[in-house]
Each structure stands twice: as C-alpha cells, then as structure tokens.
C-alpha cells in the first residue's frame, strides 16, 4: 500500500523527487523535528470553502458511524460475546466515546484547521509525533472505505443469493493465507466510482440504474465539493435512520421480555443463560468489540477548516452524533434480543435474518434497500476525511505535494481523493472483511489517546499573557520537587508545563503496563487471583495519584469556546481505556501494524523531513537575518516590518 502512494505521486512531479533526500538524520536534526511545531495562524484564507454548518457535521459523523455497525455488530456481539447484555455493552462503549468525542471538540474548538489529530498533535506536541498520527489516520479511513466497500459488496451479493461470489471464486481465484480467495473486482469498482469521477452528474436517475447512478453521483459529490458532499450524505443519512427507526417501531409489536431470561439448557451451549450469559467478562469484551461502532465521529474534526463556524458547530456536532448513534445502536440491539433469543441471532445479517423468521418479506425488503444506503452513506463519511488528511500533510510538506492540490474549480483535494480511492479499492478487492476489520482500531485508538494528551498538555501550558511573568533563569531540580506538590500557583511556568508533561509520560507507561496486565493474565483476574489484584490495585492507585498530581499544577485560563470539564479527569479516563482496548489487539495485527509504521518512517525520513514547511520557514528566517547582518543592517523590533515591506 505505501509503495503505491508512493509511485503514485512521484510520477507527477519531477520536483517531488529533486527534493528526496537520502540521508541519515543526526541526533541534532531528530531532536529539532522531535519539537519542531505548526504555527497556525486562525485567520488566515483557506483554499477549501466554508460551506459547511452544525447540521452538516452531524450529519456526516452519523453517516460514518452508523454504518456496518447496526447491520452486523450487534447480532454478533449478543449471539457470542455478551447476550442480551449488549445494551450495557454498547452503553458502556458510547460512554467511552464520549469521553474521547469532549477531547476532540476542545481540539476542534482550537484549531478549525482540516487535518484534525494530525493538525491538533503538530500544534501543541511536534512534527514527527503529528506525522505518525497523520499516518495512523490515514490507514484508520483507508482501512475503513475497504471495510465499508467490502461491507457493500457482501451486503448486495447476499441478496442476490451469492451469486457474484460464485462468478469470481470461479473466473478470478486467489491464493495465499493473508489474502481472499477471490478477486473482488466489484469493491475495486465502486471505490474507483466513488473517487476518480471527474465529470458533473445532475440527480437524475431511474430506479433500474439505481445502484450504477447513485455510486457515480456520490463520487462525483465527493471531489466536487464540501457542500455537495454534505447534501448527499444528509438524504443517505436520513434514509438510514428512519430504517432505524422503522426496525425498532416494527420490533415493538414483537417483543418478548422473557427473551433476556432464557435458561442455559435452551442456550445450548451459547453462555449460561439470562441477561448476562457471559458474565462481567463478555459484557467488557463486548463494549470493547461495540467500541470500534463509534469510530467515525473523528471526521468532524477533519472537516473543520470547511466548517462556517467551528469553535459552535465542532463540539455541538461531536456530542450530538455520538447521542444520535448510542440511541439508535441501544434500541436496535433491544429489539433484536428481545424479538430473538440471543443464541438465535444471525451473525452476519441479523436485521434480514429476523424479517425472514418473521415472516415480513416486505419489510425485510425495505431494511435491506435503507441498509444499502446506510453503507453507502457510511463509505461517503469514511472517504470524505481521508483526502483532506492526505491534503494537510501534503500542504505541510510531509507528503508529496501533488497529493494537496486543490482544484480550481470545485475547490477540494481532487488527486487525494482519486488517489486514496484508487488504494481503497485495491485493498476492499484483495483481502477478507475479517483482515481488513482487525487493522481498523489501532490508528484510531493511538489518534484518540495523543488527542486526550494533548488537551492535557495544552491546558497546563503557558499562556502567551503569562509569558511576560516568566523568569529567564532555568528551574532547578530543588524547584521541580517543591513545585510537584505546590497547589498555590496563580499561573503556568515553564517549570509547571515541564512537570505535567514528565507526569503524563508516567501517565501513560503505567496505563500500558496496568492494561497489559489486565490482558494478559484475564482469566486469573476474573477468577480472582489475590497477587494479580493486589498489584492491579497498586498501579490503578499510582495512576490516580498521577492524575491528582497533575490537578495541582495551575492551568491556562484561555477561552476557545469549549472546553473539556474536569481535567485532568476526563482525558485521563479516555487515555486509559483506549491504551485498555489497545493491548487487546491481536499479536497478528499489530506485525501489520509494524509494517505500516516502517513505511511511514521511510517516507518521512526520506522526504518529509527535509520538506516540511516549518523547517523551510526556520531556514529562511535564518538566512534573512544572516543577509540583513551581512549588509550592516542593525534589527530593531519596531522597524522590521518596515524593513521587510521595503526589501
């Protein structure tokens, strides 16, 4: 995949690889870009245009996140892992979400720029950490348009009786342990479709080219504008919710309270029986497997350099997406364990499976065409963020600057989207759903714990009005042990930023070693093994007591228009449980994962680095100055602007 990106956009620009450099950083140059940070400048003109208002933020991060989710997750989830208690799962999993939606509005709030973790981690940590986070995010929505294109795919080819299957399994097999047995060369189409139209459509279509015109109209949406992107991605929204709706009104007729109290004879071997046939363990299993049903909200952020007003409508739309899909997964998943017993449910197509039981073809018909356009909506919000990612890295020099361009006239970054499109359906026509599901949630887990930390570190920061209050001389070590406990400070100091930093770094690496712990000895834990416990409590007690350190440090005062109640409470909550769901990945993904990072590194390593605009900015600084002292030109601070508008 990065080989691809990377032929890709070199051929475009001769340029682009003029400027490849291959030369080992030394100590020095790492450390620079270790600290090197983006100074973003909020009224600045942007190329993308401000179209977007609160209503269409919501309704794109509900477009992206109730997608496959409400067609699948919950009948897997309550048939093998949690039982009827999945609506605890998926109350528990939207909590957490939550947590992480409040951090990433303040984000929002800060820095309407398009981006979003990516911009958020170079304003306030640095450029190599924002890199890696930009490259997680790009795999994160890469991942996640295979996943829905797939989802499609299967969704299609399962009402037609698997007919497509058979044809490819057929004319086009494959081979090999990590790939599918087939060729999907219908996923590769509809990603190309939805990303390489390059010709205006007028919505004009029958229903016999219902699905042909449709996946041409949305691409074409899609690269020609923000503000035709969002109008689409409303009607498809609206669609899917009222199908929501529709399932959960029908259910009611249906219900059966004495479903969530079966006995462990009639669950024949699916847990124990009850609510909660799989005890305490299944319900937290299960709110982890719900969690990854929340993931999507995130691409408010990145549009939020097309947002009218961003510091209003990114926290508003953030909070109200997240409400908007707990209801619809919590009342799904209600009438679905209450209609069927939850060893009864259909992993793969649980709506379609109960119409079936019931006996409501019509309706199952009626589900089935408002799930396409779920999915189809879904696939709109998982591809609309992952070009303007691309689009800020390579604006900031990081990528290749082929991949920023903006189009003149529709004003969006056409070759991102043509582009991510092309590797999305590469990887949707190449590998199983399963493979490409297990890739989605390290990207998006790492994005929101460096999110959380960054709140952190931004809050306890030093505010540009206090800086006059700053002392010259460097804080000793008898002035960081005394000033750890100090709860007196009227305002951040270099030394109070330091030692919030130092503790969140402590922060983290407990977190990890607690969770791992948790992991890895699971069953001893539940069983209730008095070591594991004991030391289980000493570190949960050590990480509150960091948290509580850092609470006494004083805070910045700056208003951005929304911020993050109780801190250092909530980003340290949400840090932790994503580091939690983290270590439960598979050993398997997380070598996939290694791969990708390498690549990433190669990148920047070879090309970013030595692009970046921030460096570009700081040498040319370097050699004006270097210039103006050569020529005798004494610098004054009240005439240099003067002197640079007359050079």
């Not at 799904?332 to 017993?341: A, D, E, R």
Request: charged share 15%; hydrophobic share 50%; aromatic share 12%.
């Amino acid at each position: 995949m990065p080989s691809i990106l990377l032929m890709a956009v070199c051929k475009g620009r001769q340029g682009t690889i003029d400027n490849m450099r291959f030369k080992i950083p030394t100590w020095s140059e790492f450390q620079e870009v270790l600290t090197r940070k983006k100074t973003v400048v909020t009224n600045e003109n942007s190329e993308l245009a401000k179209v977007l208002n609160t209503l269409d933020l919501t309704a794109l991060a509900v477009g992206s996140t109730l997608g496959v989710g409400v067609y699948v997750l919950a009948g897997d989830v309550a048939k093998n892992t949690a039982g009827p208690a999945v609506v605890v799962s998926f109350l528990i999993a939207a909590l957490a979400s939550i947590l992480a939606g409040l951090c990433y509005a303040e984000f929002g709030a800060r820095v309407p720029k398009a981006g979003s973790a990516y911009v958020y981690s170079y304003v306030c940590i640095g450029e190599f950490f924002a890199f890696i986070i930009g490259w997680n995010l790009i795999l994160e929505y890469l991942i996640g348009s295979a996943t829905v294109t797939k989802a499609i795919f299967l969704y299609i080819d399962e009402l037609a009786n698997k007919t497509m299957t058979n044809f490819f399994e057929e004319k086009m097999p494959l081979t090999g342990s990590q790939i599918a047995s087939y060729a999907d060369v219908f996923s590769l189409g509809l990603a190309l479709v939805f990303s390489v139209a390059n010709y205006k459509f007028e919505l004009k279509f029958t229903y016999v080219e219902y699905f042909r015109e449709t996946a041409i109209f949305l691409t074409a949406a899609l690269a020609f504008g923000a503000k035709e992107s969002s109008l689409v991605n409303n009607i498809f929204t609206f669609v899917n919710i009222c199908v929501v709706l529709l399932v959960i009104i029908s259910g009611l007729w249906k219900v059966d309270a004495s479903n969530w109290s079966r006995t462990k004879e009639e669950a024949n071997g699916y847990g124990v029986g009850g609510f909660v046939p799989y005890g305490l363990k299944g319900i937290i299993k299960g709110a982890a497997r719900c969690f990854y049903g929340f993931i999507g909200f995130d691409c408010i952020a990145t549009a939020g350099e097309e947002a009218k007003t961003p510091q209003k409508s990114i926290p508003i739309s953030v909070v109200m997406s997240l409400l908007i899909v707990f209801l619809a997964y919590f009342g799904m998943s209600t009438v679905l364990t209450m209609i069927l017993p939850y060893y009864e449910q259909d992993e793969n197509a649980p709506l379609a499976h109960i119409y079936n039981k019931l006996g409501w073809t019509a309706i199952k018909y009626v589900v089935s065409v408002g799930a396409i356009c779920g999915l189809f909506s879904s696939l709109l919000g998982a591809m609309f963020p992952l070009p303007r990612i691309i689009y800020a890295m390579a604006s900031d020099g990081l990528l290749f600057k082929s991949l920023g361009k903006v189009h003149p006239t529709f004003h969006t970054p056409f070759m991102g989207t043509m582009v991510a499109g092309t590797i999305a359906g590469i990887i949707a026509c190449l590998f199983e759903l399963t493979k490409l599901t297990e890739m989605m949630s390290i990207g998006t887990l790492l994005a929101y714990s460096m999110v959380a930390a960054c709140v952190l570190v931004l809050r306890y920061s030093v505010d540009a009005t206090d800086k006059k209050l700053e002392d010259s001389v460097q804080p000793q070590f008898r002035q960081y042990a005394k000033q750890i406990f100090n709860r007196h400070a009227a305002h951040p100091t270099v030394l109070t930023s330091r030692i919030v930093a130092w503790e969140i770094v402590i922060f983290f690496i407990l977190c990890f070693i607690l969770s791992g712990l948790m992991t890895g000895f699971e069953d001893d834990l539940y069983n209730g093994t008095s070591w594991l416990i004991g030391v289980c409590s000493v570190l949960a007690a050590i990480i509150i007591f960091m948290l509580a350190m850092v609470s006494f440090q004083p805070s910045s005062n700056t208003n951005f228009g929304f911020s993050v109640p109780l801190v250092p409470w909530i980003p340290g909550i949400s840090i932790f449980i994503n580091i939690y769901l983290m270590t439960n990945i598979q050993r398997d993904t997380w070598i996939k994962y290694a791969y990708w990072i390498a690549a990433g590194l190669l990148i920047y390593f070879i090309f970013g680095m030595w692009n970046s605009v921030e460096r570009r900015k700081k040498w040319t600084t370097m050699e004006e100055k270097s210039d103006d002292n050569s020529n005798g030109i004494r610098q004054e601070p009240e005439n240099s602007h003067t002197l640079r508008s007359t050079s």
